[in-house]
């Protein structure tokens, strides 16, 4: 192989993108984003007030600065629309007690909001690299959704054994809830993956 094929085979490195690439103007948010999010914070704020154990209110409460934090700083929709999603996923969970009256809610949960979290975590990060052929950061993405749900089922536990509250339904409950987390997030990477290969490559043209 020659030294000009040889350089053109080896994966681009991962590195920050120049200022020009990740530079993004700031853009009011679709009403019907703006509109939901609102909602969801207020709804937060009813569920964490109301809330009887210390994790239910933490919880509630970094869901609402997360989502205020979103929309004043980064002014992404798709951002802003992912962290209210699973704001409200949270609520509906509490609020409305579908943890205990829906068999399979926190199953889909945990695969959706992993699915769905990913893809704004790779929306608001994967912008400032520049690793069209290189999977180390699809991989890095992946694994840091699954640090989230490590911290999430590590609260769970932490919350049970100084509360006294059924977060954490055992050991099979965690596990189980942990695979769900890394399917979800892999398949949510590598969708947003191809999605953002190909949005570059239009910018290209």
């Known amino acids: 192989m020659s030294p000009e094929n040889q350089k053109t085979s080896e994966a681009t490195p991962i590195s920050p993108a120049t200022p020009a690439q990740s530079s993004?103007?700031?853009?009011?948010?679709?009403?019907?984003?703006?509109?939901?999010?609102?909602?969801?914070?207020?709804?937060?704020?009813?569920?964490?007030?109301?809330?009887?154990d210390f994790f239910t209110q933490l919880t509630m409460a970094c869901?609402?600065?997360?989502?205020?934090?979103?929309?004043?700083?980064?002014?992404?929709?798709?951002?802003?629309?992912?962290?209210?999603?699973?704001?409200?996923?949270?609520?509906?969970?509490?609020?409305?007690?579908?943890?205990?009256?829906?068999?399979?809610?926190?199953?889909?949960?945990?695969?959706?909001?992993?699915?769905?979290?990913?893809?704004?975590?790779?929306?608001?990060?994967?912008?400032?690299?520049?690793?069209?052929?290189?999977?180390?950061?699809?991989?890095?993405?992946?694994?840091?959704?699954?640090?989230?749900g490590s911290i999430w089922e590590l609260g769970e536990w932490i919350s049970d054994q100084l509360t006294n509250t059924r977060h954490s339904r055992g050991y099979f409950d965690t596990m189980f809830d942990m695979i769900l987390n890394s399917t979800g997030a892999l398949i949510g990477a590598l969708f947003y993956w191809r999605w953002f290969r190909l949005e570059r490559a239009e910018l290209k043209k």
């Not at 984003?33 to 809330?51: E, L, N, P």
């Not at 997360?66 to 609020?95: F, I, K, M, Q």
């Open 63 to 148: 869901g609402i600065i997360l989502c205020l934090l979103a929309w004043r700083y980064v002014r992404d929709s798709l951002v802003v629309l992912v962290l209210a999603t699973l704001v409200a996923g949270a609520v509906l969970g509490w609020g409305l007690n579908f943890y205990d009256k829906i068999v399979w809610y926190d199953d889909a949960a945990h695969f959706v909001f992993s699915l769905i979290g990913i893809m704004g975590l790779a929306r608001l990060v994967l912008h400032k690299f520049q690793a069209d052929s290189n999977w180390l950061l699809v991989t890095a993405l992946w694994l840091s959704w699954l640090g989230v």
């Open 24 to 52: 993004t103007e700031l853009h009011p948010l679709h009403w019907s984003v703006a509109s939901f999010t609102i909602v969801t914070i207020i709804a937060a704020a009813v569920v964490g007030i109301q809330g009887t």
